[in-house]
């Protein structure tokens, strides 16, 4: 049963066998996993289900009631930016673009080699888990006839310099092309893990899920985890109502990079060497803005539905993009008059977005308010990197007849017209407070490694030092994963969620 | 929704919100709607009730400081809606350029907040020829909000 604020104002104190904190990716396989397996599974969401009837096109609405901080949540540091994260039954997973790729094998070696994960990522439970979740989510390459001819351009300017590229495989069936996935899918197709996981278990089958539940506290005993607690939050006035208890033996926390870490510690949990918290990593990232001659037409065709990974720049990634015009316009452009007149271009318009590994570190603290506090340090030789990528990609659109090329970037030229123009970016010279990015991809908050001095998560999962408290989201990655992370998150949390569950690989 | 006293911090952001959108999309011969057309004051009533409390105290202290903070940040000896229309967007555009970081953070959050709400009202839409690729467009504004959301944060 799914569990609304109706049903809840007065709070709940329930028992089971497992509670899972966080319905996106990571913690709706690990409830999926644990209820398949017979254990009377409670999961518990922050924020409310949302259908596509729920769903509204107007952009800052929706987020205010669907995403963390309403969608204005900011990561600081060397590049301030936004960390656009769903708030919702589902999760990210509702509001993302739905790519899934599998973990590249260069980086599998890289954690295997850092943090001795081998048992974890050598077991062909790993490769049989990702077999798993793009079956049930099912995964397929964007299918042309949704590509529209923003995508299709993105496509041609990577083949224009040479980069191979192809359909994005993503978790949608049926995809209509609407270019609006950052409001959800009005359509339904999309294969969020709500959809795909959670529903299915819960309305016929033993799946407990409470929504608008936000946990404040791991409840513990001794050394052993014994439960969660916290208060029912209403999700149109945000007022805290009832308080809730969840008593279980086994809790799976899944509520994020900066909520995991947060709870954990607001819990006296502060893991190995008082490392939970104390590391994050995220990709950084990039975009550029191009106006053909020709009507692109930018809000038909799949959100993202065409991508490259650089052959030449380890842990570099090119997407095509689009979003509602209400986000993606915001930073573009002049004010008054002249923005108006520019916004007749937007119909020429097609974006390409540049994701790069990097060397991120950072933390999550409690802020005076009460949430996460994100902090990240970007190298400067990570945007130099980044810039490299972000020429390619700006002589691609204008080989491909781009009439001019904005990038994400402050302190060059706005309106880059030829490839002697666009060497600014590449001077050396670009700092990281200069490039506009967005958080969208972050991890490594509560690593997981098999030294306790890198990592305060064992590779099974668990907590070290607590009994019966496991983490099962993107907090566990030891450092980026270059590519999109929801399909290693759920793989992740498929492999530890089946050996709790003694299910087998 | 209770009316605010014209002392509160809600009144003072949105008057402070108004002479910002004023001033971004103006009144023009180029076809494109205004911040009138697009109902930009109300609809960001609205959008500051459905926040969360705490990106909702940011923004109504982002708009309340502009308006209020004008002699401070812009060397005007008035209130920034007392302004003309074109000193204002001149200020907001030099405030964007600006390489101190604090005021480049004030214009461009006012540009962004301000875009948010212009570029999501169906008549801006129609404006930069947005098609309806899908069929299962939702009614607009279908997210319900507490009109009595603010009604704590009045000041008189």
């Not at chain 1, 790519?99 to 070696?109: A, G, H």
Request: hydrophobic fraction near 40%.
């Amino acid at each position: 049963m799914i569990h609304g604020v109706e049903d809840l104002r007065r709070g709940f104190d329930v028992d089971a066998d497992a509670v899972v904190v966080g319905s996106g990716p990571g913690g709706a396989v690990a409830a999926a996993n644990l209820a398949e397996a017979g254990l009377r599974t409670v999961l518990v969401e922050a924020g409310p289900r949302v259908r596509p009837e729920d769903m509204t096109r107007d952009a800052p609405l929706f987020m205010a009631r669907h995403y963390w901080d309403g969608g204005l949540r900011l990561v600081g540091g060397s590049s301030p930016g936004p960390a656009m994260q769903g708030r919702c039954l589902g999760g990210s997973s509702v509001v993302n673009s739905a790519i899934m790729l599998r973990l590249p094998d260069w980086v599998r070696d890289a954690w295997c080699a850092g943090d001795g994960l081998d048992p974890l990522l050598r077991d062909p439970a790993f490769d049989r888990a990702f077999d798993r979740v793009f079956q049930r989510c099912r995964v397929a390459p964007t299918p042309m006839a949704v590509m529209g001819r923003r995508n299709l351009l993105i496509r041609d300017a990577l083949t224009h310099q040479g980069l191979p590229s192809g359909p994005l495989p993503r978790a949608v069936h049926a995809c209509e092309g609407c270019a609006d996935c950052i409001t959800g899918c009005h359509a339904g197709r999309k294969q969020s893990v709500d959809r795909a996981y959670v529903t299915p278990l819960a309305e016929d089958g033993p799946l407990d899920v409470y929504t608008c539940s936000p946990v404040r506290r791991v409840l513990t005993r001794g050394d052993r985890a014994v439960g969660v607690a916290g208060r029912v939050v209403d999700p149109v006035t945000h007022r805290a109502l009832g308080r809730f208890r969840v008593r279980a033996k086994t809790v799976v926390m899944a509520a994020g990079v900066a909520h995991t870490p947060l709870i954990l510690r607001a819990s006296g949990i502060r893991g190995s060497h008082g490392l939970i918290g104390a590391t994050l990593s995220a990709h950084v990232t990039a975009g550029a803005f191009a106006i053909m001659d020709e009507v692109v037409d930018p809000w038909v065709g799949a959100t993202q539905g065409w991508g490259a990974i650089s052959p030449d720049i380890r842990g570099l990634k090119y997407e095509s993009l689009w979003a509602a015009p209400s986000l993606i316009a915001v930073n573009w452009g002049d004010v008054g008059e002249p923005w108006l007149r520019d916004l007749g271009e937007m119909k020429h318009a097609t974006v390409v977005a540049l994701v790069y590994r990097g060397n991120v570190t950072g933390r999550v603290r409690r802020s005076p308010a009460g949430g996460p506090r994100l902090t990240l340090r970007i190298p400067d030789h990570d945007v130099h990197t980044l810039m490299r990528g972000l020429k390619v990609a700006v002589d691609g659109l204008l080989g491909v007849g781009a009439r001019y090329v904005t990038p994400s970037v402050q302190g060059v030229s706005q309106q880059i017209r030829s490839e002697r123009e666009s060497g600014t970016l590449v001077s050396g010279r670009v700092k990281p407070r200069q490039v506009k990015m967005t958080f969208n991809h972050m991890f490594g908050s509560c690593r997981v490694s098999a030294d306790p001095r890198r990592g305060p998560i064992d590779l099974d999962g668990a907590v070290r030092g607590v009994r019966g408290l496991y983490v099962s989201d993107a907090s566990l990655f030891p450092s980026g994963s270059a590519v999109n992370p929801q399909a290693t998150v759920m793989a992740l949390a498929d492999v530890i969620s089946r050996r709790l569950a003694d299910l087998g690989g | 929704m209770a009316s605010p006293g014209p002392l509160s911090l809600t009144r003072v952001a949105l008057r402070g919100f108004a002479a910002a959108a004023e001033a971004l999309y103006p009144e023009n011969d180029l076809g494109a709607p205004d911040w009138r057309d697009t109902e930009m004051v109300a609809r960001a009533e609205r959008w500051f009730v459905a926040l969360p409390p705490k990106p909702r105290a940011l923004l109504l202290a982002l708009f309340s400081g502009l308006e209020l903070g004008t002699p401070l940040l812009g060397r005007r000896w008035r209130a920034f809606s007392r302004l003309p229309v074109l000193e204002r967007t001149a200020l907001v555009r030099r405030w964007r350029a600006s390489s101190i970081a604090p005021l480049k953070l004030l214009g461009d959050s006012i540009k962004s907040a301000t875009s948010m709400i212009y570029l999501s009202h169906p008549a801006a839409l129609r404006h930069v020829g947005q098609l309806k690729a899908c069929d299962h467009v939702a009614p607009d504004l279908g997210v319900p909000v507490d009109p009595a959301a603010l009604s704590s944060e009045e000041t008189s």
